[in-house]
């Protein structure tokens, strides 16, 4: 198992409880001090990950729908006070719906990236132990799913070869026939997956499946810097949602737009939000810093 | 104290007269080494499966089996779980999680054991089988030979008393093998652990066994020691003795008043003295036979699998003669497959091959060739292009004859025995008319019976002047039908040369035969060789194969099409002509996107109807070209039996229903009006729940479980197989096809865990949890409407329903979410409409795979399901 990050040899918990409270943190609050923290914040995580590949990924998925979000708002919301010019059709084009536009464009962006650093970190591992400990049936047939994939692949390769071998006219084949092909191929995948499934229940039943009490065992230890890290979460994240709940986290956008600046409080609440997104990066520098120093 | 008793058990399973096991005795003591052999059907993995509670099988049974002192009918099923362990023939069909650390703990999870005590197990476990490096890694990652150890392993940390294994190595190649079963002596020598196994290949076991046994009928008989159990065959002159060692088969078959010998050393000695003492030929017998023509010719053949890969097959050349049989032996994963598909062209090589005539492969997965239902339906698919009737029932006679298929042909090709599944697979390639026959391990995993008629079909193929090249792992095989014998090592032909050359010269590449052998008689490769040698053999019935023959009947094409794949030419024209017109219309409709255009403030537009109006011309269009295109069949009656709706069903439709309104009322008195999304979500969530919850609580068998979980598999890993079709998801066809056959809630489940784990293995968004539900709820309706009669069980009814599922509820949910999840809090009708209208043509996209893979799938594939239900008793 190769670990991305240090962040994601943390306990699952912990990597899921902060996933849910960033991604619904950044869907949540339209406060351009919020968003602007939030998409920040995932674009270093994202390159902590993932490096090179991270530029990438920005350029091809989050620029274009950045942009088409920013248009398409100000093309179907005529709300606002500001007029600048009317469309063809007559609807206006207003100030504050662009600027609306702008903030759904980054939420949108770094609610992606935050979504693409969670598919990064939980690993299909930390998914079943994750349901495990609520729908541990759910989470085995998951696990099993994940087992037979890659053998039912090869196998496909496998059928899609014999299969191969008993036609005469392998070439010049019509779209027509590949599909036939490739959905016989299908069927006898369909057919050889049930009748070997067998095994595998008898196996399950032969190791004491359906038994009372089954337990379910884990890899993941939760250790101290785990508890630590999910305080720390809980402390930051309270002071972000009594903010929220004070109403200091709100912005109008329409008819006009609208924020104020509400004190230290408030500052605090920016400063625990910054910090928290930056959890993961933290840890992993403080650790490469660590180990470097030791050397 | 005796560990395992078996009294005079019977057992005969339901439907069959004959009894698969009559008066059957066993006694073993603790630390016993038991190994069982027999012919394939004689009834061996029926006793082994006695002695395991959880899998006895079903049946008729009289007589008793008592493990460690207790009747097993009266042992506690936690006690049996540990006490006897059972392991299977297939090392990919065991594992039953993806993880290594999974696999090994499964087994103690469920006998409830804390996550401290399964940690100090499974170390144990790991350092005792040398596994630790394994321990993170994915079951699939490992070898075939990783994966069987694994699966002893995972069996072995329940500590059992009797450890059981069915044919443990007969997939494994001979190296793996050896280890398996010295692993196996390990546990039986230091943790005392009793042991009975039951195997075709002798040769490797028998050094330890201490016990023996045979069954032929259904009857069995015990002997003290091996040396016993020889003394008896050789007086009862038993075929069985073919599956043991060559040094046995020599004694056995030659008069001596001598012990058996039991060590290859031991039989050195035997034949030594045996030559003092009796006249001889002192060599073998072998006619030599004269190759001319050649048929096929490698050239500087170069190949791999993908660029900046190492090269599989460095310039091979090699050359076949007609009637040859070429027998390419080697190590594991050396690329002796990878030539033969390299012959075959399935895979494209740099280099020459010259074929004369046509070149046919049988897989080394004989399972892998059947499409049909049964035997003879799959024979019948072969039929040449233009064939006529009666030459086609003339060779698919002489094929049926010479693999001896005419009592199977009414069967369904996954029932019969290994033996048969190889003759069958045989038989469909030879109705290919091959000149040149490529066989891939063909004896793999396959008893001597098997073996000898194999040899007489090969036999008489080449007799009927095809050539064979096969490549195999088994030495004794090879050396008894082959002419000439090849090594293949680095990418490479070694040395190829005369069968009798080739083994003589080698020292340790060589059958058992010949190290007996050597230096007493000359040449002798094989058990007959040594016995002619001896002068136990003349010349005349040298061998005892019976000779077969085979008429090579060329195909002749009469112009013979097959009237089923005929249209009506009108069909055909208007069929292409709405197929032309839709993607014209496609095409269009891509082209123009400028959504303000069709809404505008006082909602949708003259255009934006319009083209609403072409959307669905273009639906309309499509289906009509799949309907002309694609040939009719004949109607069948709707003869299922249709259950009424489970309580659980209602159960989860009820609290749906109930729960959605009070959510919406909570939401709409105390919340933010605005703010759909975590309103939206949490319906979405709710109406999730009871399913899953249902499903937790009702607690499904080990079956169920499996076969939802294979479903998914399948549905996901199947995108492999229309790879060439990108927006071809078969996902909710499948998910519609397992609701019918199985219900609404399997269909929810098969619906919504496929789509959760696509997403885990693709890219995770927020809206993995919306098309989990959509895919579920579409699973969920399939299997309701079937049940409440509204959606009948033929393929248009199906790829209708699919069809509009794909556009009113798979669109109809996830085009508003995704207005939902980016319009943020001024979501309006018009933008819904806009996400809407931009989410439509990938919709039809959608339905119309959808739709086309119902009209082709449905009913073949709940068939298969029905065949399953049935088989394995899944009916709920």
Same mark, same amino acid.
């Given at each position: 198992m190769k670990q991305t990050d240090e962040f994601s040899g943390f306990h699952p918990i912990v990597n899921f409880i902060y996933f849910a409270l960033i991604i619904g943190f950044s869907m949540v609050f339209m406060h351009p001090v919020m968003l602007f923290i939030s998409l920040i914040t995932g674009i270093t995580y994202h390159g902590v990950l993932k490096g090179k590949k991270s530029l990438l990924f920005f350029a091809k998925f989050c620029l274009p729908l950045f942009f088409l979000t920013m248009i398409i708002n100000p093309a179907f919301n005529h709300q606002g006070t500001i007029i600048l010019l009317y469309f063809p059709n007559g609807n206006p084009l207003t100030f504050e719906s662009m600027i609306y536009g702008l903030a759904a464009a980054t939420m949108l962006t770094a609610v992606l990236l935050w979504f693409a650093c969670f598919t990064e970190v939980m690993s299909s591992d930390k998914f079943i132990y994750l349901f495990g400990k609520i729908i541990p049936v759910m989470s085995l047939v998951l696990s099993m799913t994940l087992r037979f994939i890659p053998l039912f692949k090869k196998k496909i390769d496998e059928i899609r070869d014999a299969q191969r071998s008993l036609k005469k006219e392998a070439v010049n084949e019509s779209i027509l026939n590949k599909l036939k092909n490739a959905i016989s191929v299908f069927s006898i995948g369909v057919s050889w997956a049930l009748e070997h499934s067998i095994d595998v229940s008898d196996s399950m039943k032969a190791r004491g499946y359906g038994l009372k009490g089954r337990t379910a065992f884990s890899i993941y230890e939760f250790k101290r810097r785990d508890r630590d890290a999910l305080a720390i979460m809980f402390l930051l994240g309270l002071l972000v949602v009594s903010n929220a709940l004070m109403g200091n986290l709100t912005w109008r956008y329409f008819p006009s737009i609208r924020g104020k600046y509400l004190g230290v409080y408030q500052t605090l609440a920016y400063t625990a939000y910054f910090v928290l997104c930056l959890i993961p990066t933290i840890i992993d520098k403080a650790e490469e810093h660590r180990w470097k120093s030791l050397r | 104290m005796e560990i395992i008793k078996v009294e005079d058990l019977s057992f005969s399973y339901p439907?069959?007269?004959?009894?698969? %096991?009559?008066?059957v005795n066993l006694s073993l003591r603790e630390g016993d080494f038991y190994v069982l052999f027999g012919k394939s059907g004689s009834g061996k993995s029926t006793l082994l499966r006695h002695l395991k509670k959880e899998l006895t099988p079903v049946g008729t049974k009289s007589g008793q089996v008592y493990i460690n002192g207790n009747n097993i009918d009266e042992i506690d099923n936690k006690e049996a779980t540990s006490l006897v362990g059972y392991v299977m023939q297939s090392p990919e069909g065991q594992a039953v999680t993806d993880k290594v650390w999974h696999e090994l703990a499964f087994g103690l999870e469920s006998l409830g054991f804390k996550q401290v005590a399964i940690r100090a197990r499974v170390a144990e476990m790991a350092a005792f089988f040398g596994i630790e490096d394994w321990f993170y890694k994915n079951v699939n990652e490992l070898s075939g030979g990783q994966k069987q150890i694994l699966n002893l392993a995972s069996v072995m940390i329940l500590n059992p008393k009797i450890l059981v294994l069915d044919e443990p190595t007969s997939q494994l190649d001979p190296i793996c093998a050896s280890d398996f079963f010295s692993m196996l002596k390990k546990i039986n020598k230091e943790l005392g652990t009793t042991i009975v196994l039951c195997e075709h290949r002798l040769e490797e076991v028998l050094q330890y066994a201490s016990k023996v046994g045979f069954i032929e009928e259904g009857k069995l008989e015990s002997f003290d020691s091996v040396s016993k159990a020889l003394d008896y065959l050789k007086a009862t002159k038993?075929? !069985?003795?073919? =599956? *043991?060692p060559s040094y046995m088969r020599v004694w056995a078959k030659c008069e001596s008043s001598e012990k058996s010998p039991l060590s290859v050393s031991e039989g050195r000695s035997f034949l030594n003295e045996y030559k003092e003492n009796h006249a001889s030929q002192s060599k073998a017998f072998h006619e030599e036979k004269k190759f001319d023509e050649t048929v096929l010719e490698l050239k500087d053949v170069w190949f791999r699998y993908e660029e900046n890969e190492n090269y599989v097959l460095k310039g091979v050349n090699l050359s076949l003669y007609k009637g040859e049989i070429l027998s390419i032996l080697g190590g594991n994963g050396v690329g002796k497959s990878t030539l033969l598909k390299a012959i075959t062209g399935i895979k494209a090589v740099k280099g020459d091959i010259i074929r004369k005539g046509t070149v046919s492969l049988l897989s080394q997965n004989p399972e892998l060739m059947f499409v049909k239902k049964t035997l003879l339906e799959d024979l019948k698919s072969m039929r040449g292009a233009g064939e006529d009737n009666e030459s086609f029932e003339k060779r698919l006679k002489n094929v049926i004859g010479l693999c001896k298929l005419e009592d199977l042909l009414s069967r369904h090709p996954f029932d019969l025995s290994g033996g048969e599944k190889q003759r069958a697979a045989l038989s469909k390639v030879l109705l290919l008319n091959p000149d040149i026959l490529l066989l891939d391990e063909p004896t793999k995993g396959l008893d001597a019976e098997f073996k000898k008629e194999f040899k007489a079909i090969l036999k008489a193929l080449t007799d009927a002047g095809i050539s064979i090249i096969m490549v195999s792992h088994d030495l004794e095989f090879s050396a008894s039908v082959s002419d000439n014998a090849a090594m293949f090592f680095d990418g490479n032909v070694i040395s190829k040369g005369n069968v009798y050359d080739f083994f003589s010269q080698n020292n340790f590449y060589t059958t058992q035969a010949n190290r007996i052998s050597k230096e007493i008689y000359d040449e002798c490769i094989t058990v007959d060789d040594i016995l002619y040698a001896m002068g136990v053999y003349k010349n005349e019935d040298k061998g005892d194969t019976k000779q077969i023959y085979y008429e090579k009947i060329d195909i002749e094409d009469k112009g013979d099409r097959n009237p089923l794949y005929k249209l009506p030419l009108w069909r055909k024209i208007l069929g292409i002509l709405s197929l032309c017109a839709t993607i014209c219309i496609f095409v269009y409709t891509m082209r123009l996107g400028n959504l303000a255009d069709m809404i505008t403030k006082d909602g949708i537009t003259m255009k934006g109807f319009s083209h609403m109006a072409i959307y669905s011309l273009m639906i309309v269009l499509l289906f009509a070209s799949v309907l002309l295109l694609t040939k009719s069949t004949e109607k069948k009656p709707d003869t299922h039996k249709k259950e009424k709706l489970s309580k659980r069903t209602k159960a989860a439709v009820l609290i749906i229903l109930l729960l959605i309104p009070l959510t919406l009322f909570i939401w709409a008195a105390y *919340?933010?009006?605005?703010? *759909?999304y975590p309103v939206a979500f949490l319906i979405m969530i709710e109406s999730m729940a009871p399913f899953f919850l249902i499903f937790e609580r009702r607690k499904p068998k080990a079956r169920e479980l499996v076969l939802i979980a294979a479903l998914c598999a399948i549905t996901i890993a199947s995108r492999a197989a229309f790879f060439m079709l990108p927006q071809f998801k078969p996902v909710m066809a499948m998910t519609i096809i397992c609701a019918v056959a199985f219900g609404g809630e399997t269909g929810f489940l098969v619906g919504a865990v496929s789509m959760l784990v696509s997403n885990i293995m693709f890219s995770q968004g927020p809206w993995t949890p919306w098309q989990m539900f959509s895919m579920g709820i579409i699973g969920f309706l399939a299997g309701v409407l079937y049940k409440a009669n !509204? !959606?009948?069980?033929?393929k248009l009814s199906l790829a209708l329903f699919g069809a509009v599922s794909a556009i009113v509820i798979y669109g109809g949910i996830m085009n508003p979410v995704t207005a939902l999840i980016w319009g943020? =809090?001024? %979501?309006n009708t018009k933008m819904l409409m806009a996400h809407y209208l931009s989410g439509f043509p990938m919709d039809c996209v959608h339905a119309a795979a959808t739709f086309i893979f119902l009209w082709i799938i449905s009913e073949p594939m709940l068939e298969k399901l029905d065949r399953i239900k049935e088989k394995y008793g899944l009916i709920e």
């Open positions: - | 439907k069959e007269e004959k009894k698969a %096991l009559d008066y038993s075929g !069985l003795i073919d =599956s *043991f *919340f933010d009006k605005h703010s *759909f !509204l !959606l009948r069980r033929n943020g =809090s001024v %979501l």
